[in-house]
């Protein structure tokens, strides 16, 4: 019987591992788009409760040649970091507009003019209610 079950549970482990290598990255998305709760909650599942998070040593436990290390990899994050900034399109204001026109809405006007004007229909406003409320 426990043979029986160690062999199922191989076949199925790998079956489910060959399904994944051909459909899993498809079917995450796919449910990352249509469900997100249950994708959120998958990453949750995968996620430990609890972690263990131990203190040993630290700094003052590496030798000068971790050290070393440690500091150069640091710089060469650093470095990368900078190419990735520099990189990056650089955001530009749009022109003020020429004329600010006055009236109620000059923020929309304002806008309309910069980006060219639209026709708009004023609000209707309600009457105020003979109770007053």
Known sequence: MEATRRSFNKDFLLALAADFKKHGAAAIEKVRKTQPAVYMKICALLVPREMKVEHAGGVKAMSDEELEAAIELIKEMLAQQAKVIEGTAETVALPAPDVV??????????ADTAVGARERKPRKRKAPSPTGG
Not at 101 to 110: Q, R
């Open 101 to 110: 026109p006055d009236g109620p809405n000059k923020v929309m006007d304002a």
